[in-house]
């Protein structure tokens, strides 16, 4: 299985932040990277597919980059609503393997 | 506007089967894989499984094979979850999830809490 490592596993931010997320690959999977929005109690939401491409309605200030086994997923300008977990995920070969989450919380 | 609409919670005993379903809308059910996801309390999410709806055809997690049945009925548009004998530690929010062209998942059901206890 293609081991999928994210960090930090916590961040604490302000509106308006930068943040950055990274996610690391076992090995290299391309770009076959996706990154989700999970808000408590509710089903993930996809963000960002084939590492940096834009899911339709997502707003413009999440962008993800990487290929290979590097990956970062990026928000910029944090708005309230952004406070949630974010999980990477890679498309490349089965079992798909998700990172551990990323909890983005306010400071 | 595509849906998936997942079956409701369920309390059972261990040992005990259950099959919960995802009912999708708003797209030709054949078009796309159907995946399950796991997620345990206050945990991550961990890839089950998928079905091809045109030809029932499953791949499964190892970690999850031979515990789990994922099987669809294209007559009613539904993929479904089975266990033919639950364990306390199957306690989990069950997602399904469409594979999109782009290899995401693209749209997600809003879940099924499965609590097993004796």
């Known amino acids: 299985d293609i081991q999928m490592t994210q960090s930090p596993s916590s961040l604490s931010a302000s509106v308006g932040d930068r943040v950055t997320v990274t996610c690391r690959a076992s090995?290299?999977?391309?770009?076959?990277l996706n990154w989700y929005q999970q808000k408590s109690g509710k089903a993930p939401k996809a963000l960002i597919y084939a590492a940096s491409a834009l899911q339709s309605g997502v707003p413009s200030r999440f962008s993800g980059s990487g290929s290979g086994t590097d990956f970062t997923l990026t928000i910029s300008n944090l708005q309230p609503e952004d406070f949630a977990t974010y999980y990477c995920q890679q498309s490349y070969s089965t079992p798909w393997t998700f990172g551990q989450g990323t909890k983005v919380e306010i400071k | 506007e595509v849906q998936l609409v997942q079956s409701g919670a369920e309390v059972k005993k261990p040992g005990e089967s259950l099959r919960i379903s995802c009912k999708v809308s708003?797209?030709?059910?054949?078009?796309?894989?159907i995946n399950w996801v796991r997620q345990m309390p206050g945990k991550g999410l961990e890839w089950i499984g998928r079905?091809?709806?045109?030809?029932?055809?499953?791949t499964y997690s190892p970690s999850f094979q031979g515990h789990v049945t994922i099987s669809a009925d294209g007559s009613i548009n539904t993929a479904f979850l089975k266990w033919s004998s639950l364990q306390a530690s199957d306690t989990a929010i069950y997602f399904c999830a469409r594979r999109s062209d782009n290899w995401d998942f693209d749209y997600w059901g809003q879940g099924t809490l499965v609590t097993v206890s004796s």
């Open positions: 708003g797209y030709s059910f054949t078009t796309y894989w």
């Open positions: 079905i091809d709806p045109r030809d029932s055809y499953t």
């Open positions: 090995l290299s999977i391309g770009s076959h």
